[in-house]
């Protein structure tokens, strides 16, 4: 290599290293590059044709639903049992009647919630209701479950406002009530089908009165009073035995039907239905397979509707919407861009907004059918659920469970992992992994330049001895930012707990794995220079030193974490990035004068927030508490 | 096992070492192997029937192949019985028309060959093999069922079986003479929402596994006895040694007792876990027992082309002896077989390593041939300020 080459090279590597610019210029294309891609992407979304039979004469016409439902409502007047308020015992009422509606054995389940910040300990109860039928064709080895919330509580408004089996009455009904009418229609509908190859679980899930009154007080989850009885079902289902201690205790099942292929929810509002819409979230890698949203979407599309995503409840897309307005871009380009920034905070928050995404802990496939209220603005009329919302609810779950007793198997597993922009454009992982690595890689970049200029300045001092307090300085800070999540999990048994009720095992194992690794790795990278040199450390090092340190971390942090959870790897090195690049100039604060030196040190001290907050302990301790 | 898989068009070739447990009973091996699933077809029944003496008339005319695999439950055996004895068991459970949706639909009446071979093949009969030397049809019917149906014409021997809970009514069948059973239910049976008496007198076998995704999990079994002696036997389970089974977990609870007689480990690749337990359980009783287990992680090549639907484990299998029955032979009873969701890698990750492997070598001979090829030129003004710069 010549001499030019080597010059060039000098510079080409004090460039890089000495000046932010890279880093900067990374975070730029990073972000650019991550904004251009949902409209990059118009045609990902494939028809799979041979996924839908469907295109058959499955169909319930009003008639049959009609004739359905007048046979089912004498049959929900309960009995004498009903009359006591306990849920356990209308559960059962309720089971007992769907039995002899249906000829399909329904059970009832009980569980009990621990009251959210309530010193004396109570518990509050619910009790599901749920049927296992299992066709002639079906080897009991694979089962779909379709469920919907029904809140016992509502159930004397629910036998109030059907005193009669009149179906063309306007009068409001529980929303609750509806979806059960629904699942009742779908599960007869499914005894006559001679298709049906695998097992159908109908699951109503209850829900403690409490939750609901007390939801906005104690800032609970706007999906716990309908997800919390699916989320006690479902554990039920793959636990071996009765929960009798923990915030969540629950009776073992009577009866199973194999491994669950998917769960179908529906989520009805108390008045009319406006429009119909899906909510998909999961958290990455568990979200529900592509081909369910596809079938969902298409089978809606053959039924003469359409279903769209997502449901009005994305509270973050008004804002993101405004905010990407101002910057000037289309509405097709702002709503995908809308729809993948919900979707990515949604996954990053690890919070499923759909009543359904409780079951992405047991890695089943699941979506909600969301019924999207309408305002008021009519009469009772316009406020009343009424029977074509039923019919349409109930023949887009036939087709879709036809479809899905067709599937052999999970096909396209590997769609778990993407971002749906609509109901109709979704982004691979793949595509949006190299975006990202960009957007990383400032960070990246910076790490490098601090450690270099670390090891550079430490080689350069004297050898007086300053080793020593360097490296202790250095490791006794990295201890103690790191050791505070740690002791806050270790010495809070309750905390310990809950995290380990909450989170999967494995992920917690995998996810303490890498980060130990990555601590390990850490230590020894950093330690190795000043075991080396024996140098007196000036100031800026110390601070150059524990930015390396922690950036070096953030990256290994989100690079693992993107295996695990793509929206929170997201969203921390978007904000990891965009609060250091800009200001992270590679001036000690006291190289300056006094005003530059105090924003330096501001500055300074927001980015450590910022990279202390992404550290990996920080990040499993609120992982675990969230 | 090839021939025999070559003649009912079977995959028994498929029962390989993983699959097959060997026990040394004596001097010989006993060997246990199952599958859990098979694809039937119609070729599986074809030579199964030319095995049955006469295929025109007798038994095998009542079997017709569309029908047969027209029905909920469909079994078929062949018992290979020392010396030189076959037995052909043919199991179907056909609900008759209306019946089949699991509502209150009444239970008239039915002919026994409609069952088989249709209304649509007309009103024909049974009627016996010329080249048997004996051909009899007994119906089993519920000891309640009995009582509320009339058989036409008459059997020619009714008698009480399984501790009174059944009723077996048997037809000597003649070569010559065509007999038509029409059995008239009245009143009319509503399908009962409690599980009739198994034919396996009264002792079913339920199983399921705990555990979701990837993580472990746990077998779960029971063993319920509905009957009211005390049944005795002993359950085999064998299955594959993906299942890092955890033995010294077991534990049961139930009315009855449990021994353990094996416990084998098995090897991937080469041998299954076999798991012998003694039960007891007591009249009006059940038995559960359970066991931990971890998945194992399998050589690439192992996983089916359906890897993410789960692995299907065979079922276990209980034969055993009611007290006080006055019933000859031994209960056989099986427990369903399950899905297993086991840890998969990601498929496409040959591919990937494949391109970015590829990409490096390119990369790396690339520039290796780029130095290697290019031509020396002098730098003699260069030397000065290099070593300046040095």
Redesign the interface.
């Known amino acids: 290599m ?3 080459s ?2 060039c090279l000098r510079a080409a590597i004090r460039a890089t290293f000495a000046s932010p610019l890279p880093a900067l210029l990374a975070l730029v294309v990073g972000l650019t590059w991550v904004a251009l891609v949902p409209g990059l992407l118009n045609s990902t979304y494939v028809d799979e044709n041979a996924l839908l039979p469907n295109a058959g004469a499955t169909t319930l016409s009003r008639g049959d639903v009609d004739r359905a439902l007048a046979s089912l409502r004498p049959t929900l007047a309960l009995g004498p049992d009903a009359a006591s308020p306990a849920h356990a015992a209308l559960g059962s009422a309720l089971a007992t009647a769907l ?1 002899t509606r ?4 329904f059970y009832s389940h009980g569980y009990a919630l621990h009251a959210p910040r309530a010193a004396d300990g109570s518990m509050w109860a619910g009790a599901n209701v749920y049927g296992v ?1 299992t066709p ?1 064709r079906a ?4 089962a779909i479950v379709i469920t919907t919330a029904l809140p016992l509580a509502d159930w004397d408004a629910f036998l109030a406002s059907t005193p009669s089996a009149s179906l063309d009455d306007a009068a409001a009904r529980p929303g609750g009530a509806v979806g059960l009418e629904a699942l009742v229609v779908v599960a ?1 509908a499914v ?2 089908a001679r298709w049906m190859s695998r097992s159908l679980i109908v699951v109503l899930t209850d829900a403690p009165a409490w939750v609901a009154d007390h939801r906005p007080q104690l800032a609970l989850p706007p999906n716990l009073a309908r997800s919390i009885g699916l989320q006690a079902w479902m554990d039920a289902y ?3 035995g009765p929960a009798v201690d923990g915030h969540l205790r629950y009776d073992a099942l009577h009866a ?1 039907a ?2 669950l292929l998917a769960v179908l929810g529906i989520e009805l509002p108390d008045t009319g239905v406006a429009s119909w819409a899906m909510d998909v979230v999961g958290i990455d890698g568990l979200l529900p397979n592509m081909d369910l949203v596809n079938v969902v979407v298409q089978v809606a599309n053959h039924r003469g509707s359409a279903v769209a995503y997502p449901s009005p409840r994305a509270e973050l897309v008004p804002y993101l919407r405004a905010l990407v307005h101002v910057a000037g871009m289309t509405s097709y380009h702002a709503r995908i861009l809308c729809n993948v920034f919900s979707f990515l905070a949604v996954q990053a928050a690890s919070v499923p907004r759909a009543a359904t995404g409780v079951v992405a ?4 496939p699941a979506l909600s059918l969301v019924a999207v209220p309408k305002e008021v603005t009519g009469g009772s009329a316009d406020l009343a659920l009424l029977t074509t919302d039923i019919t349409l609810a109930a023949n887009t779950l036939l087709a879709t469970l036809r479809s899905l007793s067709n599937l ?3 096909l396209h ?2 769609f778990r992992l993407y971002v749906l922009g609509t109901e109709r454009l979704f982004i691979s992982y793949g595509d949006y992994v190299w975006p990202l690595a960009c957007v990383v890689a400032t960070a990246l970049l910076a790490a490098i330049a601090a450690y270099l200029r670390v090891s550079a300045g430490i080689f350069a001092f004297s050898r007086s001895g300053g080793l020593r307090q360097l490296a202790l300085s250095v490791l006794c800070v990295w201890t103690s930012v790191h050791a505070v999540p740690v002791l806050v999990l270790a010495f809070l048994p309750q905390l310990h707990h809950l995290a380990h009720a909450l989170v ?3 992920f917690a194992s995998v996810a303490a794995l890498a980060f130990a690794a990555g601590a390990v790795w850490l230590t020894a990278l950093v330690a190795l220079p000043a075991v080396v040199a024996t140098l007196s450390p000036p100031s800026h090092l110390f601070w150059l030193s524990i930015k390396c340190i922690m950036l070096l971390e953030a990256v290994w942090v989100i690079v693992c974490g993107s295996l695990l959870n793509l929206g929170l790897s997201a969203v921390f090195a978007l904000v990891l990035c965009l609060l250091y690049v800009p200001t992270g100039p590679f001036v000690p604060p006291s190289d300056a004068g006094p005003a530059r030196t105090a924003i330096s040190w501001l500055l300074n001290a927001l980015q450590l927030v910022v990279m202390v907050t992404s550290s990996p302990p920080v990040v499993l301790a609120a992982s675990l508490l969230l | 096992m090839a021939d025999v898989a070559g003649l009912f068009c079977a995959s028994f070739e498929l029962v390989g070492a993983d699959e097959t447990a060997v026990v040394a009973v004596a001097a010989q091996e006993l060997r246990r192997g199952s599958l859990a ?1 098979e694809s039937v077809c119609t070729e599986n029944l074809t030579p199964w029937l030319k095995l049955i003496p006469g295929r025109s008339v007798g038994l095998a005319s009542l079997i017709k192949p569309l029908r047969v695999f027209n ?3 469909f079994a078929q055996f062949v018992r290979f019985r020392a010396p030189g004895t076959l037995v052909l068991d043919l199991t179907l459970v056909h ?1 008759p028309e209306g019946l ?5 639909m009444p239970l008239a009446n039915f002919a026994l060959p409609d069952l088989l071979v249709g209304r649509e093949a007309g009103p024909g009969g049974m009627r016996g093999s010329p080249l048997a030397d004996r051909s009899m049809v007994v119906l089993e019917l519920d000891a309640q069922v009995a009582d509320a149906t009339t058989l036409e014409p008459a059997p020619s021997q009714r008698r009480a079986t399984g501790d009174g809970m059944r009723v077996d009514a048997v037809y000597e069948l003649e070569s010559a003479q065509n007999v038509r059973v029409v059995a008239t239910v009245s009143p009319p049976l509503a ?1 009962a ?1 409690t599980p009739l008496p198994s034919a396996a007198g009264g002792v079913s076998l339920d199983r ?1 596994v ?6 472990p999990g ?1 077998m ?1 079994t029971c063993v319920v006895n509905s009957g009211r002696g005390t049944v005795r036997g002993k359950f085999e389970d064998v299955f594959p040694a993906y299942i890092v089974a955890y033995f010294h977990t077991l534990t049961w609870t139930g009315d009855g007792t449990l021994r353990v007689l094996r416990r084998q480990h098995g090897r991937l690749g080469s041998a299954p876990h076999h798991f012998e337990l003694a039960i007891e359980v007591a009249g009006d009783g059940e038995l559960c027992w ?1 066991y931990e287990f971890d998945k194992e992680f399998l050589h690439l090549n192992k996983y089916p082309p ?1 890897a ?3 692995f ?1 484990l065979a079922s276990g299998v209980l034969r055993a002896v009611r007290d006080g029955s006055d019933e000859t032979g031994e209960l056989v009873v099986y427990t ?6 086991v840890v ?1 890698p ?3 990750m040959p591919y990937n390593v494949i391109t970015l492997t590829c990409t490096v070598m390119a990369l790396f001979f690339g520039s290796m041939f780029n130095s290697l090829l290019r031509k020396p030129t002098p ?1 003699a003004d ?1 030397q000065g ?2 070593d300046g ?1 040095e």
């Open positions: 010549g001499l030019a080597r010059r039995a249906l000829g399909v054995r039928y002639p080897d009991g080895k694979e007869q005894q006559d793959y636990a071996a199973r194999g491994a802990a047991h890695a089943v052999l198997e999970s597993a590997s999967p095992p494995l | 699933s029905v909920k439950y609900t089949g949706t699991g509502r209150v399908p929402l399921h705990s555990g979701s995704g990837g993580g746990g779960h359970s359906d993410h639907r789960g299907d369903p077989s399950v899905l297993l969701h998969t990601d498929f496409s730098a260069d300020d290099d710069a």
